[in-house]
C-alpha cells in the first residue's frame, strides 16, 4: 500500500501507522520516510547509498523531524521539556531500539518514572519546521511517535496543520493507542494496522539478525506474543531455566513452605531488575498458556511445547479460569511496582503468599 501510493504520486500527507508496542510500525514509518527521499529508490526498497540515504540511516536528515514525548531529567526543567532537547538520545534510540516501548525510552533520556508528553510547545515547533523549504530531499517528513500523547494544545495545533498541510510535508503518526488521538485527527490520516510479528518471523529475526539459537528462538518467540522488544529483552535478561524456576516456585507456593518461599524471595532479590522482570514476564506467559489450556479443549493454540506443555496443561486442569486470571493479575501488578522501585525481596514474598492463597482458595 506504501509502496504503491509512491509510485502512483498519491502520497497521502498525514498517514497512522498503528502497532502495539513491539510491533514492525515505528520502523516501518522510519523506513518508510529513507524511501520517501531516497534518490535512487528501487522498486520495493531504497537504494541505501545515497547521500539522502546515508542520513536517514543516521536519522540526521535535515528534512526529517522528529517529536515524541519527554519529561524532565536532571539537567532539564519541566518547562523546558521538548523533543529538540533530546535529539541525540532520540537518535540512539532509533539506532539501538527501534522496537522499544515508551519506558525504553524513558530510562535512555533519564526521565525515568516522570510522565513523558508532547506538550504545548510542540506545536511550534511543527510549525515552524514545516514551514521552511525542503532543504535536500522532496518530500518533509515530521514523525510524530506516539502522538496519543500530546497535550491537547498541541494536539489542536496538529490539526490545523492537518487540515492546510504545507507542500510537500508528510505527517507520519506513529501511533500504539490510535483510539486515544482526537476523533479529528484519527478523521485526517490515513491508517494503516501494522501486525505484530507472527510466532515464525520473530524466531527468524532472533536467528538471523541476533545470532540466537534456533530452539532458544523458538522459545523466546512463544513467550513473546509478537513483540521484538520482549523477545530481546528476555534473551538478554531471562536466565535459560526459566521452568525449572518457575515450576519451583510454583510448588513452593502450592505446598505452602514459607521457610522456602523466604529462601526463594532471597535468591529472587539477588537478581538483576532485569532479570527479576524477565521472571515474572516468563510467569506471566505461563499463566496466558494456563488460561489457554484451561478454557479450551484445543492444544493448537497453545504456544508452548514439551515440558513447558505439560506444566501448562496440568496447571489449566488443576486450576479454574478465574484462579489463573487472578495469579496473573498478582503478577502484572507485581511487575508494575517493579518498575517503579520497590523492594523486590518484600514484593515478591508478598507476591507469593498472595499467589498461594489463590491456589487454595479452590
Ligand atoms: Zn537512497
Not at 515505528?26 to 526498497?45: F, H, I, M, Q, V
Not at 535478561?237 to 518457575?246: L, P, R, S
Not at 524471595?265 to 489450556?293: C, D, H, P, V, W
Request: charged share 20%; with cysteine; hydrophobic share 40%.
Amino acid at each position: 500500500m506504501l509502496l504503491s501510493g509512491i509510485r502512483n504520486n498519491h502520497v497521502a500527507h498525514a498517514q497512522l501507522f498503528a502497532g502495539r508496542p513491539g510491533s514492525p510500525a515505528l520502523s516501518l514509518a522510519l523506513a518508510y520516510a529513507t524511501y520517501l527521499n531516497c534518490e535512487n529508490p528501487g522498486d520495493e526498497d531504497v537504494c541505501g547509498q545515497c547521500p539522502s540515504c546515508a542520513k536517514n540511516q543516521k536519522f540526521v536528515h535535515p528534512d526529517v523531524h522528529f517529536i515524541f514525548p519527554v519529561s524532565s531529567t536532571k539537567n532539564v526543567a519541566a518547562k523546558d521539556a521538548s523533543s529538540r532537547l533530546f535529539l541525540k538520545e532520540w537518535r540512539e534510540f532509533l539506532l539501538t531500539t527501534p522496537y522499544g516501548s515508551l519506558q525504553d525510552w524513558s530510562t535512555l533520556y533519564g526521565g525515568e518514572d516522570k510522565q513523558a508528553l508532547i506538550s504545548t510547545k510542540e506545536k511550534q515547533t511543527i510549525t515552524n519546521d514545516l514551514s521552511l523549504k525542503a532543504f535536500e530531499g522532496k518530500y518533509k517528513i515530521m514523525l510524530i511517535w506516539l502522538p496519543e500523547l500530546m497535550h491537547p494544545n498541541a494536539a489542536n495545533g496538529i490539526l490545523k496543520v492537518l487540515e492546510e498541510p504545507p507542500e510537500n510535508s508528510v505527517f507520519l503518526l506513529v501511533s500504539e493507542q490510535p483510539d486515544r488521538l482526537l476523533t479529528t485527527i484519527q478523521s485526517r490520516v490515513q491508517r494503516l494496522n501494522i501486525p505484530s510479528f507472527s510466532d515464525q518471523e520473530l524466531s527468524e529475526l532472533l536467528v538471523a539478525a541476533h545470532g540466537i539459537q534456533e530452539e532458544r528462538s523458538k522459545q523466546l518467540a512463544h513467550l513473546a506474543d509478537g513483540s521484538l522488544r520482549l523477545a530481546l529483552h528476555l534473551s538478554t535478561e531471562a536466565e535459560e531455566d526459566n521452568y525449572a524456576q518457575f515450576s519451583h516456585w510454583m510448588r513452593l507456593c502450592h505446598q505452602r513452605q514459607m521457610n522456602d518461599l523466604v529462601d526463594n524471595a532471597e535468591e529472587f532479590s539477588k537478581l538483576t531488575r532485569g532479570a527479576q522482570n524477565a521472571f515474572l514476564q516468563y510467569g506471566l506467559s505461563m499463566f496466558r498458556e494456563a488460561l489457554i489450556s484451561a478454557s479450551s479443549t484445543h492444544d493448537g493454540l497453545l504456544r508452548v511445547e514439551n515440558q513447558e506443555k505439560t506444566f501448562v496443561s496440568n496447571f489449566g486442569k488443576a486450576l479454574s479460569v478465574d484462579q489463573i486470571q487472578k495469579m496473573a493479575e498478582l503478577i502484572s501488578e507485581a511487575m508494575y511496582h517493579l518498575e517503579r522501585n520497590a523492594s523486590a525481596k518484600i514484593l515478591f514474598m508478598n507476591l507469593s503468599i498472595n499467589i498461594s492463597k489463590v491456589i487454595k482458595s479452590k
